[in-house]
């Protein structure tokens, strides 16, 4: 079966410098969430998307921005980096309409930043 | 506000015995509960869920875990474990009238040792 996929599954930044990470989704799945999550830490909700309109908006930053596409699939871009920002990013899909309300997540995109 | 709170960093038990792993939430409304497993460099699966029903609920891997309203509680079982089932788990809640995100739990290592 399909899983969700994320790409660069690595990626390694200077400061200052701009990232952008992408999400495909479960084909069918309406809902896409992005988290962070520092070495050691819980996952921390940044924001979603619920057929291709932002739904929810947690602890991202103003320098990050996201959005949703036609197809579905969903990009996360990261401005202004800081060392802060070195983090797991996990992108999720649900089927919010199904009532299922299980989370599928991507292997995570890696970002270091220098 | 939604919370999760997972009281052990850690828990180690030997393989063949039972393992619980802790979890009390606190939300607005009914809550949608869930146990999540990371393996190391992977993303998070599921595992098991309750949104309404019989109180125990069996998951996957021979995971169980009851809910419990009056002390808001939904801890994680196994009668049995095994080695391959250390891992870091996560507990996770959604309001019923959130249709937004999921908060995670600060997580808990789980080391079964043969």
């Known amino acids: 079966a399909a899983g969700v996929i994320q790409s660069p599954r690595h990626l390694i930044k200077e400061k200052r410098e701009t990232a952008t990470l992408k999400c495909y989704p479960i084909p069918r799945h309406d809902t896409v969430y992005w988290y962070q999550q520092g070495p050691g830490q819980d996952p921390q909700f940044l924001i979603s998307?619920?057929?291709?309109?932002?739904?929810d908006k947690g602890s991202i930053p103003d320098r990050f921005s996201a959005q949703q596409f036609s197809d579905y699939h969903s990009e996360l871009n990261m401005s202004s980096l800081e060392l802060g920002d070195s983090a797991l990013y996990f992108c999720a899909s649900s089927l919010e309409a199904s009532g299922a309300n299980v989370l599928t997540f991507g292997a995570g995109s890696r970002l270091t930043v220098l | 506000a939604q919370s999760v709170a997972q009281p052990e960093d850690q828990v180690n038990v030997a393989e063949g015995n039972p393992l619980t792993v802790k979890c009390t939430y606190s939300v607005s409304g009914n809550p949608y509960l869930f146990w999540y497993v990371q393996y190391p460099n992977r993303g998070l699966q599921f595992l098991l869920k309750y949104i309404t029903g019989d109180n125990l609920v069996k998951g996957s891997y021979g995971f169980e875990a009851e809910f419990n309203k009056s002390q808001t509680s939904f801890h994680l079982k196994k009668p049995s474990a095994l080695v391959s089932d250390s891992a870091l788990y996560f507990c996770?809640?959604?309001?019923?009238?959130?249709?937004?995100?999921?908060?995670f739990g600060d997580g808990t290592t789980l080391t079964v040792k043969p």
């Open positions: 998307f619920y057929e291709k309109m932002q739904s």
């Open positions: 996770a809640v959604r309001g019923g009238t959130n249709a937004g995100k999921s908060t």
